[in-house]
């Protein structure tokens, strides 16, 4: 290991194939709308982060606890935690506590026993950014944490500039992969318990034409049952001068086994995104982000993945983002969806997403920017949506949810983790709040698509029942166990039709409630007892049919 100057340091404690075909964007929707959240952010430090541009999110558990993980860059970037909701804290980055300049961090959390965290950012060094990481693991005895791998530099030590160095983890055995630019793309395998750096391996892509590419990301995909045929999946921008005339710019997914990522050398990119709808040199792809995901459904293949990308044409056609699934049970090509249409002003609106998998889907974070005072509060908010697998949203009429709950100053930067097992559906939401100068982060779980929407009036305060509702049908509590109710609302001339639960994986009925009865108001039915797993409460009525998700852990 390549690593720099050493401190004595003891715990600190504080508190190419190209495709035959092409994409067909799809057209924006209609009539979206943002909801608003009622789950109140947490804040870590009491107001000491500012000159954010970057953050990142981790978590892992040991079945009983749950250990997440922070990371942002700025006036002094540090990381933060949150351990199982009773203990927090936040201290500088070792690298920035040995006097190096550092910025646009990663970060990601393991537990093997011991609870570590792993994070991967540029350091100036001899006048260039180079990649390095570090290891740290957390005693909650004491709430602090202790160096076990000091600050190490990753990169090949070409003379260029490194940027966009981001990392992924199995938390089944704490296998890492961390990726950056490097005039090409790098990857480098790292193992976390057993403080192993593998050989360095390059990422070519063998599409004619290819001059560079930017920005990667990494995503491991966590095979519960097969450890074995864990697949290592990189994202980036590339940009193309092909013979005859202009250039265009398009998204490379490059994929391999983990075993040969680790043996270094090269990783060969096996999937081309892109095909005869290209972009010209002058539109923009930016901040492409991937996620991968754990292996407790049959329908998910090893080399599947999320993926977002920031789109913007630069001559009026605004800012969107889309969402890109590599999903083998439905289609042998990416499947592309616009999730946000350009709401604002040229050349502003969305950008920075964030994407993680959550149970048997996905969650997209980005930042919005309303200065132009079209739908929020004029400033920079955190908004999201749910997704399938294939990428579409799976909120009624595709809406969009406010992460933040505070309607003043600039909230931005977000990032997105989940894939917490195969019987813990939840994840972490994180970013920066410039009004509070402080990291902000609260809980997703896969069964409150709409971050536990408040009501729009002050007067009508959230019960807890109610707090479970989406669009007036919902389970509570949730996670549901025995004597859990099931919640529907109907209005004044509504009628209930069929009421029933669904497996989620399958849309397979597995019971059906009674009806009769029901009338306008809030209606409690009783759940009957379920198998451990992930389902969907369907009511059908009068005036159309409304789902809610919902987990049951008896």
């Known amino acids: 290991m390549n690593k720099l100057p050493r401190v004595s340091r003891i715990t600190r404690a504080m508190g190419g194939v190209a495709l035959a075909t092409g994409f067909c964007w799809a057209t924006p929707a209609l009539g979206q709308t943002f909801t608003p959240p009622a789950t109140v952010e947490a804040f870590l430090t009491g107001g000491q982060v500012s000159g954010v541009t970057n953050t990142g999110s981790g978590q892992s558990t040991d079945g009983a606890d749950v250990l997440q993980v922070f990371a942002w860059d700025g006036a002094k970037p540090s990381f933060g935690w949150n351990f ?12 920035v506590l040995r006097g190096l300049t550092v910025k646009d961090p990663d970060i990601v959390s393991f537990c093997d026993g011991k609870f570590y965290m792993a994070a991967v950012y540029l350091a100036t060094i001899g006048g260039i950014d ?34 966009s160095p981001n990392l992924d983890v199995d938390r089944k055995n704490g296998n890492a992969v961390i990726t950056f630019a490097e ?21 070519t892509f063998s599409s004619p034409g290819q001059q560079s590419s930017r920005q990667p990301d990494v995503a491991i995909f966590e095979d519960q049952a097969s450890p074995g045929s864990s697949v290592v999946s990189v994202i980036s921008v590339s940009e193309y001068t092909p013979s005859g005339p202009g250039g265009f710019v398009s998204l490379t997914l490059g994929q391999g086994k983990l075993a040969d990522v680790q043996a270094g050398g090269t990783t060969p990119a096996i999937y081309y995104a892109g095909g005869s709808a290209l972009y010209p040199l002058t ?57 946000s249409a350009p709401l604002l002003a040229r050349t502003k609106g969305s950008q920075l997403p964030a994407v993680t998998y959550i149970g048997d889907g996905g969650f997209v974070a980005w930042q919005y920017d309303d200065s132009s005072n079209r ?11 749910w997704v ?32 917490n097992g195969a019987t813990v559906y939840d994840g972490v939401l994180a970013w920066h709040d410039a009004a509070k100068a402080d990291l902000a982060y609260k809980p997703l779980h896969w069964s409150t698509p709409q971050l536990r929407p408040a009501r729009s009036s002050a007067s009508a305060p959230l019960t807890p029942q109610d707090a479970e509702m989406t669009n007036g049908v919902g389970v509570y509590p949730n996670p549901a166990a025995a004597e859990a109710t099931a919640l529907v609302q109907l209005g004044a001339t509504e009628l209930a039709e069929t009421v029933q639960v669904l497996d989620s994986r399958t849309g397979r009925q597995v019971a059906t409630l009674p009806v009769a009865g029901l009338r306008d108001g809030v209606n409690r039915l009783s759940l009957p007892a379920l198998p451990a797993g992930l389902y969907l ?13 919902f987990s049951y852990l008896p």
Do not use: M
């Open 84 to 95: 199982s909701g009773t203990q927090t804290g936040a201290q500088p980055l070792e690298a």
């Open 130 to 163: 180079r990649v390095v990481y570090e290891v740290q693991a957390y005693d909650p005895g004491v709430n602090g944490w202790v160096v076990v791998i000091a600050p190490t530099l990753v990169d090949n030590g070409s003379g260029l500039s490194c940027s």
């Open 183 to 203: 005039g090409e793309v790098y990857v480098r395998a790292l193992n976390i318990p057993a403080q192993t750096l593998y050989p360095i391996s390059r990422v």
């Open 283 to 339: 539109d923009k792809l930016d901040w492409p982000r991937i996620a991968a995901p754990s292996a407790i459904y049959g329908r998910l293949d090893p080399a599947d993945c999320l993926i977002v990308v920031r789109h913007n044409d630069n001559i009026g056609g605004g800012d969107e983002i889309h969402t890109l699934a590599k999903f083998s049970a439905a289609s042998s090509s990416l499947i592309d969806h616009v999730i």
């Open 375 to 385: 739908l929020l509060n004029k400033n920079l908010d955190v908004v999201g949506t």
């Open 388 to 419: 399938n697998w294939d990428g579409s949203s799976n909120l009624s009429g595709g809406n969009l949810q406010v992460a933040n709950t505070q309607t003043f100053g600039a909230q931005f930067a977000p990032s997105v983790e989940g894939r």
């Open 537 to 549: 409460l369907r009511v059908q009525t009068s005036q159309g049919v409304r789902v809610a998700r």
